[in-house]
C-alpha cells in the first residue's frame, strides 16, 4: 500500500481526492500554487488534511508515494516534471476515485453536449430510482461521492484533461459525443493528441461493456469505426436510412435494441433543438443499457430541466422569449443555438474572441438575425464580420441597456438569444456571472413591465 498520496491542485477534484485518501487511511497533503476557496480549506481542516497553497514545496512533494493531479495543471509544468524525475507515479482524481468504487460507471466525453447529456442520464436513472450519484466535471468529484456514500450507479462528465491521467479506469457504459478542435494548446496544436486523448475513453473497456457514439460526426464516427475495442458498439445516427440502435426517422427517435423497439418525439422532451436530438437519444440509449424501463424513460424527459447558461429560457416579455446561453464560449455552441429556434432572433454576442471562424455560422446567422447586439469591450471584428450579414447591429457593455435594446428591436413571437461565441473574461467574473447578470437583468424588465401594464389595466 502506498503510505503517502500528494495532492496537486485544492479545488473541488484535490479535496474530494484528498477526502477519500484520508478514508482510505494515507498519509495526504494538498499543495495548491494558488489560494484556496474558503469552503475547501474547511473540507481539509474538517478532515484533518495538512495542505498549503501559494506554493508548491518540494519537500512535502517529492517524497510521496503517489500523486493525484488537477486535471488544469499542464504535464508541462516544473513540479510535474520533477515528480516524474523522482520516477513517482502520478494519476487523475476519477482514476483514483474509479480504484475504490463498487458501483458502474457512465461516462461522457465529447468537445460540446456533454454536460447536457451528462445531466439527463442522471435524470432519467434516478427518476427511476437507480442508487445514483452525479460527479467529474459536473457536479462534485468522483471521489467525494465515493468517499460519503456507495451508488449503484455514477454518471460522469469527463474531459480529456481528466483522461489523459487514467490508467485502470473504465466505465461499463461509455459515451462519446462529439470531437471539434478545442484546448490543442494543451495537445501541442495537434488533433491526432487531441483526439487519442478522447478515445482513452475506451481504452480499457471489456467485452460487457457498452460504446456509445455518434455515427455522423465528421471525426468521432470514422475514428471510432476504425479504433478497435471490445465494447459493444451502439451507434446513434441522425440519418433517416440508417441501421443503428438510435436514429431520427425525421419525425421521432428511433431506439432499437435486440427486439425491443421504440420511439420518441421530441415535442414529448423538454430540450429543442438538432443537436439535443443527438444528446437525448445517447442519454436514453444509456439508460435502456442501464436497465430503466422505456416508460420511466419517457415519464423522465418530460421533467428533465437543463443546467443554467444552456439554452435556458429565463423569461417571456410582451411575447418575446429571452435565452440564457452564455455557456457557449465557442462558435460550435452558437452553431447548436441558432439551429435550435426557427423564430425571427435577436442574437447577442461578444466577448473576448478565441480566434474564432465566423464563417462556420454566417449562413444560418444571415437567415435567422435580424438584430445583433455585440456585448464587450472590442466589438470590431464581430462588426466587421456580419456587418453586411445581418440588418441591424448594436453594441453596449451594460446588461441593463442590452436588455432594453433587445426590447426595442425584438417584436411578438421573436426570441432574444445571449450565446455570445465568445469568452467572459472582459466585462464578467465567468460565463456564469454574465449568464447571471443577464438572467436578473430579464426578469427585473420583466417585472417593470408587468408592473405599468398592471396598472394601465386598473
Known sequence: MNDRIVILGGGESGTGAAILAKAKGFDVFVSDQGQLKEKYKKDLLDHEITFEEGQHSEDNILNANLVIKSPGISEKSDIVKKIKSKKIAIIDEIEF???????????ITGTNGKTTTTLLTYHLLKSADKKVALAGNVGESLAR??????????????????LDGISTFHPHIGVLLNITPDHLDRYENKMANYVNSKFKLVKNMGSKDYFIYYADDRIAGPEAKQRSTEAYRVEISMDPEAISSAHFDGKKMVFQFGKKKFKIDQSDTTLKGVHNLINTMAAVSAAHLAKVPDVKIREALKTFK?????????????????????????VDSVIYALGSYDKPLVWIAGGIDKGNDYNLIKAEVAKKVKTLICLGKDNEKLKKFFGKV??????????????KLALQSAENGDVVLLSPACASFDLFKN?????????????????????????SEK
Open 306 to 330: 437543463n443546467a443554467p447558461h444552456r439554452l435556458e429560457s429565463v423569461g417571456t416579455i410582451k411575447g418575446v422569449e429571452f435565452i440564457n446561453d452564455s455557456k457557449a464560449t465557442n
Open 431 to 455: 460565463y456564469e456571472d454574465r449568464g447571471n447578470q443577464f438572467r436578473e437583468a430579464v426578469l427585473k424588465a420583466k417585472e417593470e413591465v408587468e408592473k405599468v401594464h398592471g396598472a
Open 390 to 403: 445581418v440588418p441591424k447591429i448594436l453594441e453596449t457593455q451594460s446588461v441593463s441597456e442590452l436588455v
Open 145 to 162: 461521492k465515493v468517499a460519503i456514500e456507495e451508488h449503484d450507479w455514477y454518471v460522469l462528465e469527463v474531459s480529456s484533461f481528466q
Open 97 to 107: 476515485a474509479f480504484r475504490y468504487l463498487k458501483g458502474k460507471v457512465i461516462a
